[in-house]
């Protein structure tokens, strides 16, 4: 089972775009669509990104499921913006990105 994110960088190389594929769709032994489609089944993260897998990669449909990317609530407790603006010296329109991932 692999976890497809997007095909961003892929897809704009794909053979009938009229583009040059990226290094890794011109790898021996057939490059990155060839290989996703060796997956026993690919989890999209998006409805776009499994359009985009059915479109350009040689897999049966019913081997791709869409879940999205999501969290446990049971995370999401914190700290106050404000303070956190404060401990760490931000000014209260500076941007913060939050990003959690695990190998779990």
């Known amino acids: ?11 704009a190389g794909a053979p009938d775009s009229g583009r ?14 060839k290989n996703l489609a060796r997956a026993a089944h690919l989890v999209c ?15 049966d449909s019913t081997c791709v499921s869409v879940i999205p990317n999501g969290f446990d609530r049971r995370f999401t407790r914190l700290p106050d ?15 913060r990105v939050f990003h959690l991932s695990s190998t779990d």
Do not use: K, N
Not at 1 to 11: I, K, Y
Not at 20 to 33: D, E, H, I, M
Not at 87 to 94: E, I
């Open 45 to 59: 993260v998006s409805e776009m990104t499994c359009q985009e897998v059915l479109e350009y990669v040689d897999i």
């Open 1 to 11: 089972m692999v976890t497809v994110h997007d095909l961003f960088g892929e897809a």
């Open 81 to 95: 913006e404000q303070i956190e603006r404060r401990r760490d010296g931000l000014p209260s329109a500076t941007w």
């Open 20 to 33: 040059t594929p990226p290094a890794r769709a011109r790898q021996p032994g057939g490059g990155y669509f």
